[in-house]
Every structure is written in structure tokens, then in C-alpha cells.
């Protein structure tokens, strides 16, 4: 039996598709490492991005809560200090808090030093930057100081080895958040070894993917970033061991189009963005080689993961402890709700939201019903099936799962321009984002506006 108090090193990727592991199915890139982990640990295929994209995805995992609970619904605005995260509680109860890789919650500069105290939000060890997808071959990382550290080596190698290094021979429990800058676009900024690994000619495509030498370049590139995170995820289990316990996390924060449908990168609601990959690997407290249906969003992992840790669970969270659904005792979740509230960058076009269920996805944009699609038989999501009459009961019926999610979290679903104003968010024109820069020293037209989250218990 695993006591008490496991140890926890949760690993993620940065936009990474949950159809692209070999366990589950892609013959595209070999991750013997991943399906390692899913022959030893519970694999779940219905693990969802609550809103596929990065800052807001990541104040969703470590809080609990949804974004428009913490404010967090746009990239590069900073996380209110006043949250209660995950490492907060841990902490709290003897454990040692580790953070190593991309932060992205400390607002709009990017290459900024976030020092130690409130906004690392409960993470005691720290080697980590708020944000670069510029140079993936020579990243900046700062510790306590704001003293620059360039390795000069491939970021995945690297956040690797300083991972390996802090969890070696720790005497009490501890808990290690690893975060990836890649497979997220740079896809071709590789170490040599790892390009022209995969051929872009030999790449089978998803039937919703238009064959273009584009796509598959950037396929190509993406693939060999798995390659890398694979590798180095066989160097920790290898450092783990058959420890019963440590739990071992592998997810990602979103996916990516990668071209599927006509569209690039995230914000979307069809699974080549919203649906991402889940592995818990736990030898003393979850079986192995299972595959759970359990619908697993991002707001859940606070509260199930303090669960299976013996840690009580803050009364701000929002999401539901799915332990017992995945151990059979109880009912999981009948939908993930999903949502875009603020469109931005990558994706202007419409704000939406929707819901997944173990077979469909439906969207609805404010214009009305907009997708529905039955995942079982079109796994690509090609035939929409949304306004066709022989499908009207079931559009109800999921128009119906949708709005008991909106009314459940408070989402009255306006325009986006009402929450920008509501929450005081200032963005860029056409573009929608909050401007940020990379920039090292004072710009001379002055930093981007620092944007702090205003929480929806904090507004007027």
C-alpha cells in the first residue's frame, strides 16, 4: 500500500494533440516511454483542455477554478496572488514545492523574473521563465535571483536534467510541476540529432488535414518534439523506478490543429485542440494498463489529485474529485464543458462554448448551434451533424448538458468585449491579446500594460 504521502511529478507538454502517442494509435512517431507509462499506469481518452489555450489552461489546472472565477480567460495576464493553488495546500501540509520550465502567469513580460514569494503561487524550488517559444535551442531560466541562466542546450534536455537533479534523494514528500515548452510551434527548432528524424513524406495524415507541403513540414517537426519529450520521460521513470509512491502525470495543456480543418494552433473545440493527452502512472494506488472513459477536464485535478494524495481540499475549487469514478465506485462526470471566451491571436473569429461528452461534442457560438459532431463513428470530426432534423433530439438534449454548465459556473456567454471590460482587460485592436514583450531591457516605449486577474468575487 502507498502511504499517505506520495510523491507527485506532474510533467506537460505545451500544445500537444491526445491522438499523438503510439498507445494511442498514431503511427506517426514512436513514444515507447509514453506507452510505458500507459501499460503501468490508467490512460484516459476523454481528457479534455477547459479552454484550450496556455495562461488560461494553466490557472485552470493549478486553482481548480474555472476562468472566469480566477479572471484568467486571455494569455500573459497575471494570476491575482489572492488564488489558492495546489502547491498552496501542499506546501501546507510538509510537502516540498517544485516548479522547472514555462510559467506563463506572471503577466505580459515574458523574459521577466518572477521572484520568489507570491507570484510563484506556492512553488518553494524554482528554475523557470514566465514564457519563451522563441529560441527552444538557448532558453533563459532565472532561480531566486534575477541573475539570467543560459544553458545553451535544448530546453526539453535541459528542464530534464535540472528535474532529475532536485528530486534525487529528497528525505520527505515532494511535489514536482515539469512544464514543456515544446511540441508548441518553433516545430523545426531542434538539436541536430533530432531533425530529418521523421520524413514528412512518410507521414500518414488525419483525413481532416489537407495534404500540403506546410502541414506536413510542421507535422514532421511537431512529431520529432514528441520524439524528445518521450526520451526524456524515459530518463525520469527510469529515476522513479517501480516507487509505489510516486504518481507520475503526463498531459498537456492544450492541443493543436496542426492544419486539421483549415485552422493552426488552439482556441477551437474540435479535439485536434480541446482533446489532450492524460496519463497517471501509480504503482501504488491505480492499476495498470487501464484505459478510463472518465470525461477528466482541467478544473478536476486539484481535487483528485489531493485525493489520491490524503490532502484536504480547499473550499475554493471548483472542479470534482474523479477518483472514485475512476476506481468504479461512482458516477463520473456527464459532460466536459468547454469554452472561449475572449478569442485572440491564432483565433478572432467567434467566442464559444460547448460540451463533451463520452461520444459528441456540441458548440454553440452567439449566433446559436454551431457544431455536433458523434465522435464514435467520425473520430475526425467531419459530418457536423448541428441543425439536421433527424438529429434534433439530440441537439436538445446536448443544448440542454450545455446550459446546466453555464448556469453551474456563472457563464452568462456575452460578447467578449462585455468581459474585457467587466474584468478591465486592455488588448490589442484586431489581434485581441494582451500585448506583451520578449524584451530583456526597458523598452523605450515602455513595458506592455502588467495585467493583473481580477477575480469574479473581487469585481464591483
Given at each position: 500500500m502507498a502511504r499517505q504521502s506520495p510523491n507527485l511529478i506532474f510533467i506537460f507538454a505545451d500544445q500537444m494533440r491526445a491522438r499523438d502517442m503510439g498507445c494511442a494509435g498514431d503511427p506517426n512517431v514512436a513514444t515507447p516511454n509514453l506507452d510505458r507509462m500507459a501499460r503501468e499506469g490508467v490512460r484516459f481518452t476523454n481528457a479534455t483542455s477547459m479552454i484550450p489555450v496556455c495562461t488560461p489552461a494553466r490557472a485552470a489546472l493549478l486553482t481548480g477554478r474555472y476562468p472566469l472565477s480566477t479572471g484568467m480567460f486571455l494569455n500573459d495576464i497575471q494570476m491575482s496572488i489572492a488564488e489558492t493553488t495546489i502547491a498552496h495546500v501542499l506546501r501546507d501540509a510538509g510537502y516540498d514545492t517544485a516548479y522547472i520550465g514555462k510559467w506563463h502567469l506572471d503577466g505580459s513580460r515574458r523574459f521577466g523574473f518572477t521572484p520568489p514569494g507570491p507570484r510563484r503561487q506556492g512553488f518553494d524550488y524554482w528554475h523557470a521563465l514566465n514564457c519563451d517559444h522563441r529560441d527552444y535551442l538557448n532558453p533563459l531560466y532565472y532561480e531566486d535571483s534575477d541573475e539570467q541562466i543560459w544553458p545553451e542546450q535544448y530546453a526539453t534536455d535541459y528542464e530534464t536534467?535540472?528535474?532529475?537533479?532536485?528530486?534525487?534523494?529528497?528525505?520527505?514528500?515532494?511535489?514536482?510541476?515539469?512544464?514543456?515548452?515544446?511540441?508548441?510551434?518553433?516545430?523545426?527548432?531542434?538539436?541536430?540529432?533530432?531533425?530529418?528524424?521523421?520524413?514528412?513524406?512518410?507521414?500518414?495524415?488525419?483525413?481532416?488535414?489537407?495534404?500540403?507541403?506546410?502541414?506536413?513540414?510542421?507535422?514532421?517537426?511537431?512529431?520529432?518534439?514528441?520524439?524528445?519529450?518521450?526520451?526524456n520521460i524515459g530518463r525520469l521513470l527510469a529515476a522513479v523506478g517501480d516507487d509505489p509512491n510516486t504518481i507520475v502525470v503526463f498531459w498537456s495543456d492544450h492541443g493543436d490543429m496542426l492544419g486539421s480543418h483549415g485552422k493552426q494552433r488552439k482556441q477551437w473545440p474540435w479535439d485536434d485542440s480541446a482533446l489532450v493527452p492524460l496519463i497517471v502512472r501509480w504503482p501504488g494506488g491505480l492499476p495498470q494498463g487501464e484505459i478510463s472513459p472518465v470525461l477528466f477536464n482541467t478544473v478536476d485535478f486539484v481535487p483528485t489529485l489531493l485525493g489520491w494524495m490524503g490532502v484536504e481540499c480547499p473550499q475554493t475549487v471548483e472542479g470534482m474529485d474523479l477518483g472514485p469514478a475512476i476506481a468504479g465506485a461512482a458516477a463520473g462526470p456527464t459532460s466536459a464543458f468547454l469554452q472561449v471566451i475572449a478569442p485572440f491571436a491564432e483565433q478572432v473569429e467567434r467566442e464559444w462554448r460547448a460540451v463533451r461528452t463520452a461520444r459528441h461534442t456540441y458548440a454553440e457560438t452567439l449566433e446559436g448551434p454551431w457544431l455536433l459532431y458523434d465522435n464514435t463513428v467520425d473520430p475526425d470530426q467531419l459530418d457536423n451533424l448541428a441543425g439536421r432534423a433527424e438529429h434534433a433530439d439530440l441537439q436538445v438534449e446536448l443544448k440542454r448538458e450545455l446550459g446546466g454548465w453555464l448556469g453551474r459556473t456563472g457563464d452568462d456567454f456575452e460578447p467578449r468585449a462585455r468581459y474585457l471590460e467587466r474584468y478591465g482587460y486592455a488588448v490589442e485592436g484586431k489581434n485581441g491579446a494582451v500585448p506583451y514583450t520578449y524584451a530583456l531591457e526597458e523598452p523605450e516605449q515602455g513595458w506592455p500594460p502588467q495585467q493583473v486577474a481580477r477575480r469574479r468575487e473581487d469585481l464591483p
Open positions: 536534467d535540472v528535474a532529475l537533479r532536485y528530486s534525487e534523494n529528497r528525505d520527505g514528500p515532494y511535489s514536482l510541476f515539469l512544464s514543456y515548452s515544446p511540441p508548441h510551434n518553433p516545430y523545426q527548432q531542434l538539436p541536430e540529432r533530432w531533425r530529418g528524424q521523421i520524413d514528412p513524406a512518410a507521414l500518414q495524415l488525419s483525413p481532416n488535414t489537407p495534404d500540403t507541403e506546410e502541414n506536413r513540414r510542421d507535422l514532421a517537426g511537431y512529431y520529432a518534439h514528441i520524439a524528445a519529450i518521450d526520451e
